[in-house]
């Protein structure tokens, strides 16, 4: 779970969902199922998302207000067991 925008975001099993408030629960706004395995840790640094899949290493994911998308825009080329990831900075992710 993650704070973005004043939305939330989860990785629920190899789905990243976006939810809004509503009146009397939780509404989803988008998701994307574009993650190959288990998504373990979701980290947020301003407009940019970072999803960490158990098997596959780090994605960076982009919103996109207008199309209401969530976009993976970059992958790590070596796939890497991970079980947390700690972001350094807006570029590197350890």
Known sequence: LA??????LAGVGRMLRLYDIGRRKLLRKCE????PN??????TVRQRIYVSDVQESIFCVKYKKRE???????????????????????????
Do not use: E, M
């Open 68 to 94: 209401n998308q969530l976009i993976i825009f970059a992958d790590d080329t070596n796939p890497r067991w991970i079980t947390n990831s700690c972001v350094l900075d807006y570029d590197t992710v350890a």
């Open 3 to 8: 704070a973005f925008n004043g939305k939330l």
């Open 38 to 43: 288990l998504i373990a840790d979701v980290k």
């Open 32 to 35: 994307n199922r574009h993650i």
